[in-house]
């Protein structure tokens, strides 16, 4: 069975873009979850999609959002790019949101902002 | 909150011998998941082992098992026989047992060396 894919796994932009970032869970995961990590900040979690529905979302600016597909894919989006936004992007996905199912982790996608 | 504290920021491990890194939480619920991952130089973050609070006995996984002490709200994971692939970023993560709140919270890594 095919694991977590992110695409793309590296992107560099200037501030002020914005950036879209996709992840693809594993066949049959229908929750997707989305977590920044920097040297500064460690990993920080951003949100949690279920059946195409936020759950739960973390302290991050309106910068930052997020879908879901019927698919299950899911997206971020990050406008108004700023230097701090440098960071590697981490999704995770499990059958269901419930802590006792695993979270599976994507590469992750690094994106460079300059 | 539930914040998680990891004071080793670097521990090294005589390959083939013991090592144990420490991982404190602090939470007012009764009921969560406690974890460790894995996070080799290839970025892919890897579950090692995962604790559930209501559970007393301590998880174990082949070489890797963990000191779950819920009084002192303490987690350590024991890594015996240490190998050459066990280098890595290692972090402890807290996952509240409460519906809506299933994020996983983690503490700041402990980077792993295994000297040959």
């Known amino acids: 069975k095919a694991g977590v894919t992110q695409t793309p796994r590296y992107l560099i932009k200037t501030r002020g873009q914005q950036v879209t970032l996709s992840c693809s869970p594993i066949?049959?995961?229908?929750?997707v979850s989305w977590y920044q990590q920097t040297p500064g900040q460690g990993l920080q979690f951003l949100f949690e999609?279920?059946?195409?529905?936020?759950?739960n979302k973390g302290n991050f600016p309106g910068r930052f959002s997020g879908r879901q597909f019927s698919n299950s894919r899911s997206e971020m989006n990050v406008s108004t790019l700023e230097l701090g936004d440098s960071a590697l992007y981490l999704c995770?996905?499990?059958?269901?949101?419930?802590?006792?199912?695993?979270?599976?982790f994507g590469p992750g996608t690094r994106l460079t902002v300059l | 909150a539930q914040t998680v504290t990891q004071s080793q920021p670097e521990m090294s491990v005589q390959e083939a011998e013991t090592v144990t890194l420490s991982c404190t939480y602090d939470?007012?619920?009764?009921?969560?998941?406690l974890f460790w991952y894995k996070q080799p130089p290839s970025r892919q973050m890897i579950l090692v082992i995962r604790?559930?609070?209501?559970?007393?006995q301590n998880a174990t996984e082949n070489r890797f098992s963990v000191n779950f002490q819920k009084a002192a709200k303490s987690f350590s994971l024991k890594i015996s026989d240490s190998q050459l692939g066990d280098a890595a970023m290692y972090f402890c993560?807290?996952?509240?047992?409460?519906?809506?709140?299933?994020?996983?919270?983690f503490g700041t890594g402990t980077r792993l060396t295994i000297i040959p």
């Open positions: 995770a996905s499990s059958l269901s949101p419930g802590p006792s199912f695993e979270q599976f």
């Open positions: 066949s049959g995961h229908r929750s």
């Open positions: 999609y279920f059946s195409e529905t936020q759950r």
């Open positions: 939470t007012s619920e009764s009921d969560y998941y």
């Open positions: 604790q559930e609070a209501y559970k007393q």
């Open positions: 993560a807290y996952r509240s047992a409460r519906s809506g709140n299933e994020k996983l919270t």
